[in-house]
């Protein structure tokens, strides 16, 4: 019997839990280690879970391959528990909009494989886990686009007919949009077979407390009802950007929105560029790269190199020559990886005479004050800036969400004392060097996080596989007391 099979491109997670102005000075211990708990928990509860191979009825896949999950599932698997977890500002821990009411955001997007690429949601107000209604439009994309085009858009007959008769709104599928809202986007939910909640559900003592405080200084004229200099009030988002073995970069990001927030207020987590971006490209060839390329497209030095033109640190991912041999017994085409059209590909290879295509993937995940991230499209900015730049992802999203960055140059002279511009970003790069057969030669991936602000609640699993969490800059003093390994 054949051993397990390992992945092909080792996966990747990083989670954020929201951003904002969050000071050492006012967080206790207990609270520290609350978050500390949870986020390391999440974190390491979703690396045993992208590691593990799908079960199989059976016991074994009828390609002959053992498959592991998805990037879409790794990152809304560890979205539903943050949803879950009343200290983050989504599903169970939602904040209230000025009426007292829970209005949540979610959305989903992928570098590659499926029709709609992105989609997002927002004004719900029953279902469960927001995150998975995201997940299910984006997973019947390719039926909504392409499905029966005697009838233009098309849903499962059975689900059209259950929807029609929900509130007696007509939504037989999400259909080719990209963004829905309120009772049309819960009839969906239902639709799909998702968990409804009452309203109820949301509630957190917590979160009423700060709504009613927030008013209170509004009304006294003593403060905002949105944002405070003293504490923390949540305005962001929880997230997570997750790699899988086929090199697919997925973004998931949910939020309860922006405390106190108009009702019906949309922010940027459910708008495809803002909140949140996947994108997957082939590195344009100039006079740097293609020398390096066509040197030595095997050795060592060579890639070396081209890591070097690109700028970007962070772990290599090879294949030894034990694993090759498992592969090439277990799998039909091993090494064999498709980002984009075989035409394409072989076109663009002919046409620069380079005998290596290298694919570069970004995705990120932003939190924090959602209306600037809408105002600068920060989640694109950031793919844009590394695609047709050259540098590489994490100096993106310095440029967007770091400290003198584009976000914090948003708010002008409002910076520090209104919350604007204040925010981070989490995510994950990943270059993949095709030779002309379509051999995968090494895979660089790098985890990418920054922020603005005070602080930013994040976990990831690092290079050795221990995972991490923090929450402040790492020039901010020594912290490993707090900001220690989890390894138990």
């Known amino acids: 019997m054949a051993p397990p099979s390992a992945p092909k491109v080792k996966p990747r997670i990083i989670i954020h839990g929201g951003a904002g102005n969050i000071r050492r000075e006012t967080m206790g211990a207990e609270q520290y280690q609350q978050y500390r708990r949870s986020l390391l928990g999440i974190v390491t509860s979703t690396d045993v879970y992208m590691r593990a191979p799908k079960a199989t009825a059976g016991g074994c896949p009828p390609s002959g391959r053992v498959e592991f999950p998805s990037a879409l599932e790794i990152a809304t698997y560890a979205v539903v528990k943050l949803e879950n977890d009343p200290l983050f500002n989504s599903g169970h821990g939602a904040v209230f909009t000025r009426d007292g009411i ?208 690109l700028e970007i640190p962070g772990p290599m991912v090879g294949l030894s020559t034990a694993l090759q041999a498992f592969l090439t017994d277990c799998l039909p085409t091993p090494f064999m990886y498709s980002p984009i059209s075989p035409l394409a590909a072989s076109r663009r290879n002919r046409t620069r005479g380079a005998d290596l295509e290298i694919i570069r993937s970004t995705a990120v995940s932003g939190t924090g004050n959602g209306d600037s991230f809408l105002r600068v499209a920060a989640a694109r900015s950031v793919a844009s800036i590394a695609r047709w730049t050259g540098v590489s992802s994490s100096e993106a999203v310095n440029r967007i969400a770091g400290r003198g960055g584009e976000l914090e140059k948003s708010a002008g002279s409002r910076w520090g004392k209104t919350g604007e511009g204040e925010g981070g970003m989490i995510g994950i790069e990943c270059i993949i060097a095709i030779d002309r057969s379509g051999a995968v030669l090494p895979v660089e991936s790098e985890i990418l996080q920054d922020h603005n602000c005070a602080g930013m609640f994040r976990a990831w699993i690092r290079d050795d596989g221990l995972a991490e969490m923090k929450i402040w800059h790492e020039d901010e003093g020594d912290h490993s007391t707090l900001d220690d390994k989890y390894t138990s």
């Not at 004229?221 to 949540?234: F, L, N, R």
């Open 102 to 309: 829970n209005e949540l955001e979610a959305s989903v997007m992928t570098s590659r494989g499926f029709a709609k690429r992105g989609v997002g949601v927002t004004g719900l107000r029953t279902v469960k886990n927001p995150i998975l209604l995201a997940k299910a439009m984006l997973e019947h994309g390719e039926r909504d686009l392409i499905g029966n085009t005697d009838l233009g858009w098309v849903a499962d007959e059975g689900l059209e007919k259950e929807a029609v008769g929900d509130a007696g709104r007509d939504v037989p599928s999400a259909q080719g949009h990209t963004l829905v809202h309120g009772q049309t986007a819960e009839t969906l939910a239902r639709s799909y077979g998702l968990e409804m909640v009452d309203p109820s559900y949301y509630f957190t003592q917590k979160r009423w407390d700060e709504h009613v405080r927030g008013l209170e200084k509004e009304k006294q004229k003593t403060g905002s009802a949105v944002w405070s200099i003293d504490e923390y009030i949540p305005q962001g988002t929880c997230g997570a950007v997750a790699l899988d073995e086929d090199g697919v970069l997925c973004v998931a990001t949910s939020t309860g929105g922006m405390t106190n927030k108009l009702t019906g207020r949309i922010g940027d987590t459910p708008v495809v560029g803002a909140g949140f971006w996947a994108e997957e490209w082939a590195e344009e060839w100039d006079e740097k790269i293609e020398p390096i390329v066509n040197q030595a497209r095997s050795t060592v030095g060579a890639w070396d190199s081209l890591k070097g033109y």
